[in-house]
């Protein structure tokens, strides 16, 4: 769950414990072995769950199976015989926000394809703000059926599949009968559970989690949807496609429980502990329902996380940035209009990006000049008193001909040579040296992560930002002092999970177990996922079938 959405829910906290109190009494609302023929996978058509564990950080599911008796279970089965597939390396959209990180993940292509490139951007040609936070969740719908994006959904439906969907932020293609959304009371109970047993006015991620499996096996209360009990009651069967979203991890990991703060415990112990306590028992349930209506047998499991999460080793004070640079520019909000500001500073956690008007035409969709309107940015900011220490990098968007090089080699954006252009006079002529090619930011956090390759598929267009910073690992733009971990950053914490593929089905594509190594994206889940479900994907995707080289 991203910075900007704990804002919303913090402001709208007094709504939600209003609702909690009102209706807290009514409950809870590879190519596998040769052997293996295509015409198999067709006659036995496999029940397909794909679970989105929340900020699960990568090896922590694999490393706590002795502890762990329904993830075993399902991954490796009750002899330790099924041959499940092992992603250990997976990278996910960076920075690790949530919305473009799941919107990647079921869509199958890159931010820059679907327009979800953060939770809030800057629209330079409505002037506006876009925010994808919204009551009923459509807003990412919207913005995919804006862009002609298909999600997993949509190609299943033209593949003549059924399908569920729980707690999804990305649901387009899903009829609304077949969307279960976690729902105002089970968050406003969320609320005050965590109030009245930690102290705390966040929402308890396990009451969200168990929560969500109730909605999966039996609907929410007011819902017209009664999950799969439903489903098999009145159809027969349940749907051959099953997208569930676990989110308690992400919002228990940002705030745990008192007594793990006060024993300084990591990021790791704080997520086995909760898949031990909560998770595991959530997939007992769903295990519990498929086996006792002779559906186990014939199902495979995709586990995979949207992003990781980092323990915060300093705070950064967002609102003193904002004011500092006010003091020189008119910032948007501060009291100035879109219309008449200079700049705009949108929420940000490891990374924030930052809108500049061009100063010349007084316009936002002309880029902005580099030595008139960006370098006096760059300047102010990076003597804020934080960044003096915390801030690692800055990327510049980068417009063919700003320095003489012609539209072949042109890129995303500049890498700034940070360290080089403090120790210069900042003459014009400094910042212009200091501006390098975005492969500089491989050399700087490492190649293995990706970080240019995924800055040049994030933004797009008209709304790709002026300026971004980059902080050091650890050092998060987070006002709310009492968040103990984080993500949004392009570091290794933040940007690796893991995919494991499992279940009694697993036997229909391979057979041993395989531990891949090698590294590939959340992007790649869309055509693995397609490819062992039998449903074809008709539109060209980023993403790779990888179980094609699996032997």
């Not at 951007?121 to 994006?149: A, G």
């Not at 980092?310 to 609102?319: A, Y």
């Not at 072949?408 to 080089?420: A, I, Q």
Request: hydrophobic share 40%; glycine share 6%.
């Amino acid at each position: 769950m991203s910075n900007q959405s704990h804002r919303i829910y913090r402001s709208i906290i007094s709504l939600y414990l209003l609702v909690g109190v009102l209706l807290v009494s009514f409950g809870c609302a590879s190519r596998p072995s040769p052997l293996l023929k295509t015409d198999t996978i067709i006659q036995k058509r496999p029940k397909v769950f794909i679970i989105i564990l929340d900020a699960l950080k990568r090896k922590t599911l694999m490393e706590s199976l002795d502890s762990l008796p329904h993830f075993t279970e399902i991954i490796k089965g009750k002899d330790r015989s099924y041959p499940y597939i092992y992603f250990e390396n997976v990278l996910v959209s960076i920075p690790s926000s949530s919305a473009p990180s799941n919107t990647t993940l079921l869509t199958g292509v890159y931010p820059c394809r679907h327009g979800v490139p953060s939770t809030m951007w800057f629209n330079r040609k409505e002037k506006k703000l876009i925010t994808l936070t919204s009551f009923f969740q459509r807003r990412i719908i919207n913005m995919l059926e804006k862009t002609k994006t298909d999600t997993i959904f949509d190609y299943a439906r033209r593949s003549g599949k059924t399908m569920m969907g729980v707690a999804t932020q990305v649901a387009k293609g899903l009829d609304s009968r077949d969307w279960i959304q976690q729902s105002v009371h089970l968050w406003g109970q969320a609320f005050m559970l965590n109030l009245i047993k930690d102290r705390n006015p966040i929402p308890d991620g396990a009451h969200l989690d168990r929560g969500t499996t109730k909605g999966l096996l039996s609907g929410y209360m007011y819902s017209p949807i009664d999950g799969l009990e439903g489903k098999l009651r009145v159809d027969g069967d349940i749907p051959d496609l099953v997208v569930v979203h676990y989110v308690g991890l992400d919002i228990f990991t940002h705030y745990p429980r008192r007594f793990m703060v006060k024993e300084n415990w990591t990021v790791d112990q704080i997520q086995k502990w909760y898949l031990r306590e909560v998770l595991d028992t959530e997939l007992g349930k769903v295990k519990a329902f498929l086996k006792k209506n002779k559906i186990l047998e014939n199902t495979l499991f995709f586990f995979i996380a949207d992003h990781g999460q980092t323990r915060i080793i300093k705070h950064l004070d967002e609102k003193n940035l904002a004011e500092t640079l006010s003091e020189r520019f008119k910032v948007m909000g501060r009291p100035y209009s879109a219309k008449d500001a200079d700049i705009v500073i949108m929420p940000g956690a490891s990374t924030k990006v930052i809108y500049i008007r061009n100063g010349k035409n007084a316009d936002w969709t002309s880029p902005p000049r580099l030595l008139e309107d960006v370098k006096p940015v760059v300047d102010v900011l990076i003597n804020v008193e934080d960044m003096k220490t915390c801030l690692n990098t800055l990327l510049v968007a980068q417009h063919p001909g700003e320095r003489n090089e012609d539209t072949k080699t042109s890129d995303t954006f500049w890498f700034f040579n940070l360290s080089v252009y403090r120790q210069s006079n900042r003459s014009d002529n400094a910042f212009i040296n200091a501006l390098k090619p975005l492969s500089g930011l491989d050399e700087l956090v490492g190649k293995e992560l990706k970080a240019a390759y995924m800055y040049r598929r994030d933004f797009h267009g008209k709304n790709t930002p002026d300026i971004i910073l980059i902080n050091k690992p650890g050092y998060y733009f987070a006002p709310d002092k009492g968040k103990y971990a984080h993500h949004g950053g392009i570091y290794q914490d933040d940007v690796y999970v893991s995919f494991v593929i499992s279940g009694p089905g697993v036997h229909l594509f391979s057979d041993h177990p395989h531990r891949i190594t090698h590294q590939i994206d959340t992007v790649d889940l869309l055509p693995m996922a397609a490819y062992l479900s039998d449903i074809k994907v008709d539109k060209r995707v980023d993403g790779k079938n990888w179980l094609l080289k699996v032997q």
